[in-house]
């Protein structure tokens, strides 16, 4: 086989292999690997909905360090790894990342086992803490307004009638007519009315798995485990989500704004003015036609509505929910407060 057939069987193999065959990438099934050690990068926790990359550093028998590529910044590519993940997912690529619904995470263990591919006996796992102290948000718009139609462009002047430039006979060429006038643009349509939001709060029973019962409830100044908020929110579009808040550095926010207004469609261009004809003299050439206006950019969609009702217990973290159904309002309007027992909600 020659250069080039090796070289575009290699290409076809992928860019790790490319890699590996000009020496600046690396795989580790050949290599006296006795020992692999792994942590995660930037941080060595996730919270939920947020993603973190694998660093590892595998250690031959030597005493030579290889690290993977990407944020390790190593030449050992990632397939030189199997990886089984519990909770967490990972990819090709060493990303770690933890599904955003806490239903799926909350007093469960997520951690990824590690092996190295060629050396099935060395392995490492690497524990994922989970935590709930973000700052989560969620958004329910209302639909945008369609966008204007463009207008349609003006048409052509026809071209003036041809003359004759004949020194015995001249005859004067024709006029060009002029072109049309371009049609205006559509408006757009103003947006739609936010959403109206139903939101549950309660807290995550004590003593529940994923509710440390360490920390101290230092926030409100009272001894005892520092509960965490379980939150549900429904949209008028059938929209679910849940979110599960550590009151201590942890918050929501909750938007429902109405949609975005349509763009204003574009105006039509003037019609080119007819030339004038050949001619002695030659006839003069038509104007062109006005381009038409651009349509008008709708407005946004009124506010929408966000219902809250939460559970007696939980009112003191009431702060840590941050509500609105219009841009720049401390105090909205469109949000409603009901106290009364809410359940577990998962």
């Known amino acids: 086989m020659g250069g080039a057939a090796i070289l575009a069987a290699v290409l ?9 065959l000009l020496g600046t990438r690396t795989r580790l099934d050949k290599l006296p690997i006795t020992a692999v050690a792994a942590k995660l990068s930037p941080q060595p926790y996730l919270t939920p909905g947020k993603s973190g990359r694998l660093i590892l550093v595998a250690t031959g028998s030597d005493g030579k360090d290889w690290t993977t590529v990407g944020a390790g910044r190593g030449n050992v590519l990632f397939d030189s790894y199997t990886l089984e993940s519990t909770v967490v997912k990972t990819n090709s690529s060493g990303v770690v990342s933890l599904p955003a619904d806490p239903r799926l995470s909350s007093g469960k263990a997520a951690h990824v086992h590690i092996t190295v591919v060629g050396h099935p006996d060395v392995q490492t796992d690497l524990d994922v803490p989970v935590k709930y102290n973000a700052a989560f948000s969620a958004h329910f718009p209302g639909a945008s307004g369609f966008d204007g139609m463009s207008g349609l462009d003006g048409t052509a002047g026809l071209d003036g009638l041809m003359g004759s430039t004949d020194p015995a006979n001249p005859q004067p060429g024709g006029n060009g007519s002029n072109g049309s006038d371009g049609e205006s643009g559509g408006n757009g349509q103003d947006g739609f009315p936010g959403q109206t ?19 101290q409830r230092r926030d409100v100044g009272q001894p005892g485990p520092t509960p965490l908020i379980q939150v549900r929110a429904v949209g008028d579009r059938n929209t679910e989500q849940f ?12 938007d429902a704004y109405g949609g975005e207004g349509g763009r204003g469609g574009r105006g039509g261009r003037g019609g ?71 359940p577990p909600l998962w």
């Open 272 to 342: 080119a003015g007819g030339a004038g004809g050949t001619g002695s003299p030659n006839g003069m050439s038509g104007s062109a036609g006005l381009d038409g206006s651009d349509g008008r950019e709708g407005s946004m969609g009124g506010p929408g509505t966000i219902i809250v009702t939460i559970d007696p217990a939980a009112d003191i973290y009431r702060d840590r929910l941050h509500l609105s159904t219009q841009p720049g309002l401390r105090k909205d309007s469109g949000v409603v407060f009901h106290t009364e027992p809410v």
């Open 12 to 20: 076809l193999a992928g860019c790790g292999s490319l890699g590996v």
């Open 243 to 254: 979110f599960l808040v550590d009151p201590d550095g942890g918050s929501l926010s909750i």
């Open 197 to 215: 939001v139903h939101l549950w709060v309660t807290l995550q029973p004590e003593g529940s798995e994923g509710n440390p019962a360490k920390r």
